[in-house]
């Protein structure tokens, strides 16, 4: 089995910055893609970033381009998200994902159906 382990969650002032890190454990493998989704209160998951395994092309929601950076350890298994100038619209439980090592058909990194696993999510909150 495969479990995803999401830390560095917390709460930090507008403007300020926090890394999220996810590692993957349990048997040994490398997605295809990984990524961070997150859902604030009353709205739906959305899509904030992902990589590819070959680390090329990482991808980002309007929102976040030019503040958060997306990085990933395959020697690990892991995936970051630095953060920064963070906002207050920032605030939401970030899930960490990770899609299967092989597809028959290309997938949509930005797509929250074409992961298979999923951390637990942690709180960031941004007050202003």
């Known amino acids: 089995q495969v479990q995803l382990v999401e830390s560095g969650g917390g709460l930090v002032q507008a403007g300020g910055s926090l890394r999220l890190s996810c590692a993957a454990s349990g048997r040994a493998f490398t997605p295809y893609a990984m990524g961070w989704f997150r859902q604030a209160p009353g709205k739906e998951r959305e899509f904030v970033s992902a990589?590819?395994?070959?680390?090329?092309?990482?991808l980002y929601a309007d929102s976040v381009k030019g503040r958060f950076t997306i990085s990933r350890d395959n020697a690990k298994n892991a995936v970051y998200l630095q953060m920064d100038s963070l906002k207050p619209e920032d605030t939401a439980v970030y899930y960490c994902?990770?899609?299967?090592?092989?597809?028959?058909?290309?997938?949509?990194?930005?797509?929250?159906?074409?992961?298979?696993?999923w951390g637990q999510g942690t709180q960031v909150t941004v007050s202003s």
């Open positions: 994902a990770a899609s299967a090592e092989l597809f028959i058909t290309p997938i949509s990194p930005i797509s929250a159906g074409d992961y298979r696993f």
């Open positions: 990589v590819l395994r070959s680390g090329g092309n990482p």
